[in-house]
Every structure is written in structure tokens, then in C-alpha cells.
């Protein structure tokens, strides 16, 4: 192949769920099967990295300062769901059981992976809590060690702060080891009405 396609490729490569073949296929349908799409594709790239940033509250995606959920006056601002990734979210959403706020972390407390509490998004977490009246954050973080390491290090900074809120964490029906982003919705309502305190 070319200099060219082997940049693509390589680069596509790099995409959460492709390996080599699902890369040169994709390279392969752009550029011979399919280049009439290639400039749409670049247009929507493009644009996307112009416009979409964080939301400046909950850290989702938004193209002004707060995304959609932030700024619907008909959700329930009073109850934030903590998540770590975006897709999460999007999870949730579509399982149609939860109708309150949302804060993404970006990722959860990992030692062995170098990730601390400062390649989190929780300082502005900790500014929600001080300023929006909130009275109950759900933890809906995966249910393996780091997961429980980030409740646990979420709960006690809480507690340090002075802040009463009340804390849940779902889990019911999530299966050990297992996420919120590959749970059905059946799962997931189950999850976040059976959601328990956490302590």
C-alpha cells in the first residue's frame, strides 16, 4: 500500500475497537469503494473538533458552555449521577429510568495505572456539591476494585467537606467486575431503583 493509506490506516488503528483488518477495511471503503463520502466525513470530524468541548458543569459533551441535560430546567437538579465515562451516560439515558443530573469523572482511581484524584473531574464535583443545593448523588461506577476504590475516596472527601447529602450506589444487577456502558436497560432501571446507601 501506499505511504498515504498506511498513515490512515495506522491512524484508525488507534480507535477504541479496531485492530488491523477492521482498519484497512475502513481505509479501504474511504478511499476506493467509497470516496465520494470522504469529504463529508472530514467536514463532520472538522466541525466537531471546532465545536464540541466539555460541558462546563457536569463534563459531558456540549457545544456551548452547558449540554443538554445541564441546561433542561425539567430534570431533577437535585440528584447528580456520578459516571466515569460519557458513554455511561449515554447508557443510562437511553435505558429512560433516571431523570436527574449527571457528572462525568473521566475515568476512576487507578494506582497501578498512575491515575489519582487529580486526572479526575472532580474539583468542579466538589464545587457542584458547595454551590447547587444538591441532596443526593447516585455512584454509578463500575463494579470492580477501582470502581469501589473511587466510591470510597467520593465518600470520604464528601464527609470531609461537611456536606450530608445522601449517597447511594447502584449495583443491583450489575454483575461483579461489570460496567454501566454493556448493561441492558432492564439492568440498568433495575440498578438505579435498587440502588442502595453507600457507606
Known amino acids: 500500500?501506499?505511504?498515504?493509506?498506511?498513515k490512515l490506516q495506522k491512524h484508525l488503528k488507534q480507535l477504541p475497537g479496531l485492530g488491523y483488518r477492521s482498519s484497512e477495511r475502513i481505509a479501504l471503503h474511504l478511499l476506493v469503494e467509497k470516496p465520494a463520502r470522504l469529504p463529508a466525513l472530514v467536514e463532520a470530524l472538522e466541525e466537531a473538533a471546532r465545536s464540541v468541548r466539555r460541558c462546563a458543569r457536569c463534563g459531558s459533551l456540549a457545544e456551548g458552555e452547558l449540554c443538554g441535560?445541564?441546561?433542561?430546567?425539567?430534570r431533577d437538579h437535585a440528584v447528580v449521577c456520578v459516571v466515569e465515562q460519557v458513554p455511561d451516560l449515554v447508557a443510562i439515558e437511553r435505558s429512560t429510568a433516571y431523570r436527574g443530573m449527571y457528572h462525568v469523572l473521566h475515568g476512576k482511581l487507578s494506582p497501578m495505572h498512575g491515575v489519582g484524584?487529580?486526572?479526575?473531574?472532580?474539583?468542579s464535583l466538589f464545587e457542584r456539591m458547595a454551590a447547587s443545593g444538591v441532596e443526593e448523588i447516585i455512584l454509578a461506577l463500575s463494579n470492580d476494585v477501582e470502581g469501589e476504590a473511587t466510591c470510597h475516596y467520593l465518600?470520604?472527601?464528601?464527609?470531609a467537606?461537611?456536606?450530608?447529602?445522601?449517597i447511594s450506589r447502584i449495583g443491583f444487577g450489575l454483575p461483579s467486575?461489570?460496567?454501566v456502558l454493556y448493561a441492558d436497560s432492564?439492568?440498568?432501571k433495575s440498578a438505579l431503583d435498587g440502588r442502595r446507601a453507600y457507606s
Do not use: Q, S
Open 69 to 74: 441535560i445541564c441546561a433542561d430546567e425539567r
Open 177 to 179: 467486575g461489570g460496567g
Open 117 to 123: 484524584p487529580d486526572d479526575l473531574n472532580l474539583a
Open 186 to 188: 432492564v439492568t440498568l
Open 155 to 159: 465518600t470520604e472527601r464528601l464527609a
Open 1 to 6: 500500500m501506499t505511504p498515504a493509506f498506511d
Open 161 to 166: 467537606m461537611g456536606h450530608t447529602v445522601k
